[in-house]
């Protein structure tokens, strides 16, 4: 009986072996010093939580098994309730894992911060000192992957290369919604956010071509964001960098406003040369015509705002990057009764009128604080030099 368990057993697990055998263990066979790293620490940690998750599994099965009701020689005693020796075992074992484990994820927490610059190549070899790390500054678009080189003066689309051995800092943004850069074979992921800038420090270490995607759901085309990553030596590298210089076209504020647009299933894209600025542009969502610059909206809140008249301001701070006004009806259209974007308002909603604030009385002051009209920042709420239209009235 025993045997025909066995049996039974071994040819159960033959179908999850062969399915197995579909499975791209791309975590665990990394290409790049980062990723080996991380995957170190995953086994590491497995290791760790198994030697107590085996134990506790293996002494509740030989209990079950030894305790058996058919079991006559087992000793049956109803009066044991307390083992010092026991009490030791259970809970100093626990304890011991939990600070290995917690010793082991606080330092590779920090040696694997994405923020923090590469010390070495891989585990025998430093960085060398005149080694010049390659920049690439990443765009998440709807739906495709925007990489520009400044050191080259070349961008393309759902395709990157980067030199063998040669560290590779990326300068990561969003254009639209939050996503996730990934290259499973090269590093962890990083979340891309729009007018921010998120960082990574990678290498990597063997040739080849390696997929990249987003990792964070995104809208429709979310399945099909993904794009090549060619490892190279130095000379494939060089003749990369030719080839996107010799077919590629130019990418103006224009153009990236067209390649902005949400598309699925973009093809490969190549631009022989960059305008000036455009991935600062980008990151502070001013790359539309007309919009304030996020480093320039900061900037006038560090001088201390733009007083009453900042409403000059409003529409140029409204960022679009996904075309809503272009879409058809809210979600909240059934609940209203009113088109989308209409500036009627909802049932039992009290509105003042935008184009005449203070129609309805003096305006209100943030958190609550009391208006006193004589004093100096009433007579002068703001600089004119800080709004943009001159012929605005006070």
């Known amino acids: 009986m025993p045997r025909l368990f066995k049996t039974a057993a071994r040819l159960s697990a033959l179908p999850l072996l062969l399915a197995l055998t579909g499975c791209d263990m791309v975590v665990m066979s990394p290409s790049g010093d980062i990723a080996s790293q991380q995957a170190n620490l995953i086994i590491i940690a497995t290791v760790l939580m198994l030697l107590i998750i085996v134990p506790v599994i293996a002494l509740t099965l030989y209990f079950a098994w030894h305790y058996r009701h058919s079991n006559k020689s087992a000793k049956y005693d109803p009066d044991w309730h307390h083992s010092t ?23 590779s927490t920090h040696k694997l911060d994405p923020y923090r610059p590469l010390d070495r190549l891989d585990a025998e070899r430093p960085i060398p000192a005149d080694a010049k790390p390659l920049t690439v500054e990443v765009v998440a678009l709807d739906w495709k992957w925007l990489f520009f080189y400044p050191d080259y003066g070349i961008a393309t689309v759902n395709e990157m290369a980067t030199p063998v051995d040669v560290p590779v800092n990326f300068k990561i943004t969003s254009s639209s919604v939050m996503n996730s850069f990934y290259v499973p074979a090269m590093a962890g992921m ?96 001013c790359a539309q015509p007309g919009q304030m610059c996020m480093n320039e909206m900061m900037h006038i809140d560090t001088m201390g705002g733009a007083g009453r008249e900042s409403h000059e301001n409003r529409e140029r701070l ?44 003096e305006p209100q002051m943030d958190h609550g604080e009391h208006h006193d009209p004589q004093a100096p920042d009433a007579q002068n709420p703001g600089q004119d030099q800080l709004n943009t239209d001159s012929n605005s009235q006070p």
């Open 85 to 107: 020796r026991l009490e030791v075992v259970i809970w100093s074992a626990p304890l011991a894992i939990i600070i290995a484990l917690g010793a082991v994820t606080w330092i």
């Open 190 to 285: 990083i979340y891309a956010m729009p007018g921010m800038q998120t960082r990574l420090h990678a290498v990597m270490n063997r040739e080849g071509q390696f997929d990249g995607f987003s990792a964070n759901y995104s809208g429709d085309g979310f399945s099909h964001m993904r794009f090549k990553l060619h490892s190279l030596d130095q000379a494939g590298f060089d003749e990369w960098v030719a080839r996107v210089k010799s077919q590629g076209t130019m990418l103006n504020r224009d153009a990236y406003l067209k390649l902005e647009k949400p598309s699925e299933r973009e093809p490969v894209r190549y631009y022989a040369s960059v305008e000036n600025g455009l991935y600062e542009a980008v990151l502070n969502m």
């Open 318 to 361: 409204q960022y679009d990057s996904r075309r809503s006004t272009e879409a058809g009806t809210a979600a909240t259209f059934p609940a209203t009764g009113n088109p989308a974007r209409s500036p009627e308002p909802a049932e039992g909603v009290d509105t003042q009128s935008e184009e005449n604030p203070q129609s309805q009385g």
